[in-house]
């Protein structure tokens, strides 16, 4: 009798555990899916500003979390110009001025082309699992889909915000929804994802809603056209080099 007591105590405490990972152990899932040597992207933003609406189109190179390059494509006035990162540094080169500026401390926070991203938003590449401690904090469910509630807190102050609080597919490891917070606890950004889709076997947000809390407007939608991971990527796109070619 008492060996069916234990067997079947071991085995709820057993399934409770299953129902509940760390919130360290989603954040590796998340990361899993999420990040790959290298990746090519072409998306769109389309920038719901408080009286009209415009669409930018651009194509990225990224490698690891410190180089990334960014063209943008589309609409004409805003064709070519370009964005490198190199580790925590950004410049930014604009054809009309045919000059390249460094990107730097409180500038950094400022909008890309009028959007709800800033240019600290458009240089995060890091694994969460660097930057922040994670705790589950329940269950919701989110386009249909059962995600855990997670929240994170930063390890250190260099990073661009304080806290989160994150909706995690339970299946395929896909934030699909998040709150951004500053130190203070004030609300800075949220995101919501409309729809999510396949790539070389990665789940992958292909269509977000952007919010800055302190801006007017309806916020930003990124559209993701295509995507390829673990591509090769000449040397010579992520040089300064590149921003004049």
Not at 73 to 95: C, F, H, I, Q, S
Not at 213 to 226: H, N, P, R, Y
């Amino acid at each position: 009798m008492r060996y069916w007591v234990y067997a079947l105590c071991l085995s709820l405490c057993l399934c409770l555990a299953a129902e509940a990972p760390s919130g360290e152990w989603i954040l590796n899932k998340v990361d899993e899916n999420n990040y790959a040597d290298t990746r090519i992207a072409v998306s769109e933003m389309v920038i719901h500003l408080t009286r009209n609406t415009r669409t930018v189109r651009a194509k990225s190179w990224v490698e690891g979390a410190d180089k990334s390059f960014t063209e943008f494509l589309y609409p004409p006035r805003d064709a070519g110009t370009k964005m490198l990162k190199l580790g925590n540094e950004l410049w930014v080169y604009t054809p009309s001025t045919d000059r390249t500026i460094k990107i730097s401390g409180h500038m950094l926070r400022q909008s890309v082309m009028g959007s709800d991203l800033s240019y600290e938003d458009m240089m995060e590449d890091h694994k969460l699992i660097d930057q922040y401690y994670a705790s589950v904090a329940g269950e919701d469910t989110v386009l249909g889909r059962k995600c855990w509630v997670v929240e994170l807190t930063a390890k250190s102050t260099d990073v661009s915000y304080h806290s989160r609080k994150t909706w995690v597919d339970k299946e395929r490891y896909v934030p699909l929804r998040e709150n951004r917070y500053a130190k203070s606890g004030k609300l800075l950004k949220t995101t919501e994802v409309k729809s999510v889709s396949q790539h070389q076997g990665r789940w992958v947000a292909d269509r977000v809603s952007f919010k800055d809390a302190l801006k007017a407007g309806e916020g930003t939608e990124f559209v993701l056209d295509s995507i390829r991971f673990d591509v090769r990527i000449p040397d010579i796109i992520f040089s300064k080099a590149s921003l004049r070619r």
